[in-house]
């Protein structure tokens, strides 16, 4: 009989159940292991209506506050997070190894883009504004206001 529910046995897959004698739980990548380690929320699900209402904490790598958003079914390739600008400030100046494309979500500012030794180019940037900022560059992002506001690279 299959009536037994302490899992002392074999069973046959039903409906949405697995087969066999327990649960199996996909091993964390290196980057969950990264994004658990900077302390901040990390939202999974298979989407997110918006973006703002999210649970941020302070984010001392980036000096604002943050949040990860790991979508279900990207099988972590994308990695995505919502930062919040501080009011009047900057985030932290970063550097990365990838093409990083950041959506403003609102308010207004500017970015400073450069290489090492070179010239900084600034643009300015508003509610709805996309860019990307290029592989290996140095960048920072600020807030021309005294309200924080949300930037969210995808």
């Known amino acids: 009989m299959h ?3 302490d899992g002392s046995h074999w069973h046959e897959p039903e409906g949405l159940k697995n087969a066999g004698y327990g649960a199996w739980k996909r091993p964390n990548t290196p980057y969950d292991d990264y994004m658990e380690a900077q302390g901040i ?3 999974r699900d298979i989407g997110v ?3 703002q ?3 941020r904490k302070p984010w001392k790598r980036m000096g604002g506050n943050g949040t990860f958003i790991q979508l279900l079914g990207t099988e972590g390739l994308w990695g995505m997070y919502v930062a919040q600008i501080p ?4 985030l932290n ?3 990365h190894m990838y093409e990083k494309v950041v959506l403003i979500l609102e308010g207004r500012g500017s970015t400073e883009v450069w ?3 070179g010239k900084k180019h600034v643009f300015e940037w508003q509610k709805g ?3 990307a900022i290029p592989l290996n560059c140095y960048h920072r992002i600020v807030n021309a206001s005294s309200s924080p506001y949300c930037e969210r690279p995808l």
């Open 49 to 51: 209506r918006r973006v």
């Open 115 to 117: 290489q090492e030794g």
């Open 129 to 131: 504004s996309l860019f």
């Open 87 to 90: 009011g009047a400030g900057a």
């Open 3 to 5: 009536d037994t529910t």
């Open 93 to 95: 100046v970063e550097k």
């Open 53 to 55: 209402d999210l649970p």
């Open 41 to 43: 929320p990390i939202y």
